[in-house]
C-alpha cells in the first residue's frame, strides 16, 4: 500500500470523523478492501482507493492517521493481525485495536447512503455563492435552515442568522431547484473547492464529489422568511458611503493570526465608527485583547459598531472598499444621533456576479473596547 495515497484519503475522511463520537463508528475509519467510509452524523464521506487494501475492520481514526503522516517509507503493510490493525513500514510496528461494536451484525458506517445518480457541475459560480454567503450563517445548530446557505430562483444564494445577511446573485444559473446547503457542507465547498467537481441531491441529501471521493450531507426542512429577501433588496436605498481605508487589509490579517486557535465559528472582529476614527477591535476572551485605530477620509453621521468575521471582510476587500449605510438620522432618548436604518451593507462584484452583505449596527459602549 502507497503510504501517500492512503493518507490523502484519510484526509478527505477526516472532515467526517467526530473527535467526540456518540457513536463509536463516528469517531473511526471504515476500511473494507478499495472502500473507506466515514461520519460523523452530519457528513457522510467515502472515498474509492485504487488499490484493495485486503481489509475489513473498523479502526479509530486519531492514531492511525498520526502513525501515517510520520511515517517517511512510501510503502507500508497493512494487516489485520490477532484481532487489531498492524501498520508495518520498514522497521516501525504499530497495532491498534479495532472498534467494538454492540451489534456486529449492524455497522453504522455500512448503511450510509450513497446513491445519487443525477449530478451536475460544481461551478465557479456555485463556489462563490458559498464562499461569500457562509459567514452569515447561523451556528446554532437548532436553527435549521438558517444554519445553511439556500439556493434559490436558478442564480441566487442566500444565508442569515437574521443579524446579518449574506446574498450573491450569480451571472449564470447554478442550482436547478431551490435547495438549502447545510452547515457541513458549506464548509466543505469552501475549504475544499478545489477537489469538488460535482454535485447532487437526492432523497434529502447534497452530494459533492471529486476524484474518487463523495461527501454527503442532510439538508434541513424549512425555509426563510420572505422579510429577508425585502432587506436584501434595501440596499438600493443606502445612498450613503464610508471608505474604508487601505490599512484595513494588514489590520484583519493580524486580528486572524492572534485568533488562529479560535475555533472559526468565534472569530469574529468589532468595528466602531466614531467620527473620522475606526476602531478594530477582538479578544478570545483568555488569551488576548487587541485593538487598532484608521482615520477615515470622512466622518460618519453617527456613532456605531458592529462585528464581522475577518476574513468575511477580507473577500469584500478584494472588490471594494465601501461601506454602505443611511445617514437619514434619527434621535434617541437621550438626544444622541442614530443611523435611521439599523444595518450597513456591502456591494461587492466579483467575476461570478454580485455580493450583499449586510448586518446590523449598534451604538458602541463608552469606554469599552468595542
Excluded at 473547492?193 to 459533492?208: C, D, L, P, Q, R
Amino acid at each position: 500500500m502507497k503510504r501517500k495515497d492512503f493518507v490523502k484519503a484519510l484526509d478527505a475522511l477526516d472532515w467526517a470523523v467526530s473527535s467526540k463520537p456518540i457513536v463509536e463508528e463516528m469517531g473511526c475509519y471504515r476500511i473494507r478492501g478499495k472502500n473507506l467510509r466515514a461520519s460523523d452524523g452530519a457528513l457522510l464521506v467515502q472515498v474509492e482507493l485504487s488499490e484493495d487494501t485486503g481489509l475489513d475492520c473498523t479502526v479509530p481514526a486519531s492514531g492511525l492517521k498520526k502513525l501515517l503522516k510520520d511515517l517517511k517509507q512510501d510503502d507500508v503493510t497493512l494487516k489485520i493481525d490477532k484481532g487489531k490493525l498492524a501498520v508495518v513500514a520498514d522497521r516501525v510496528r504499530g497495532r491498534f485495536a479495532l472498534a467494538t461494536s454492540s451489534d456486529k451484525d449492524k455497522n453504522l458506517l455500512d448503511d450510509l447512503s450513497f446513491d445519487a445518480e443525477t449530478w451536475q457541475p460544481a461551478t465557479a459560480q456555485l463556489k462563490a455563492a458559498v464562499k461569500m454567503c457562509r459567514f452569515a450563517a447561523s451556528k446554532d445548530v437548532s436553527k435549521g435552515v438558517y444554519c445553511g446557505v439556500i439556493l434559490k430562483d436558478g442564480n441566487a444564494a442566500l444565508a442569515t442568522d437574521k443579524l446579518r445577511i449574506g446574498w450573491f446573485q450569480a451571472k449564470t444559473d447554478i442550482s436547478a431547484e431551490s435547495v438549502v446547503l447545510p452547515a457541513a457542507a458549506t464548509a466543505l465547498l469552501d475549504k475544499r473547492a478545489t477537489e469538488i467537481e460535482e454535485w447532487a441531491v437526492s432523497n434529502g441529501t447534497v452530494y459533492f464529489r471529486g476524484k474518487g471521493v463523495t461527501w454527503g450531507s442532510r439538508i434541513p426542512a424549512g425555509d426563510y422568511t420572505s422579510k429577508v429577501w425585502e432587506y436584501v433588496k434595501m440596499v438600493d436605498d443606502l445612498k450613503d458611503k464610508a471608505e474604508l481605508p487601505a490599512s484595513m487589509l494588514d489590520m484583519l490579517r493580524r486580528h486572524l493570526d492572534q485568533q488562529s486557535e479560535v475555533l472559526e465559528m468565534d472569530r469574529a472582529v468589532t468595528l466602531t465608527f466614531s467620527g473620522k476614527e475606526l476602531k478594530v477591535a477582538s479578544t478570545d476572551g483568555v488569551r488576548y485583547e487587541m485593538e487598532e485605530t484608521a482615520e477615515l477620509a470622512e466622518a460618519v453621521a453617527a456613532d456605531f459598531a458592529f462585528e464581522i468575521k475577518p476574513q468575511c471582510l477580507i473577500d469584500i476587500l478584494a472588490t471594494t472598499s465601501t461601506m454602505l449605510y443611511d445617514a437619514t438620522s434619527n434621535k434617541d432618548g437621550d438626544g444622541n444621533t442614530q443611523l435611521k436604518t439599523p444595518f450597513v451593507a456591502f456591494r461587492a462584484l466579483t467575476a461570478e456576479g454580485e455580493h450583499r452583505y449586510l448586518t446590523t449596527i449598534e451604538a458602541p459602549s463608552k469606554g469599552s473596547n468595542g
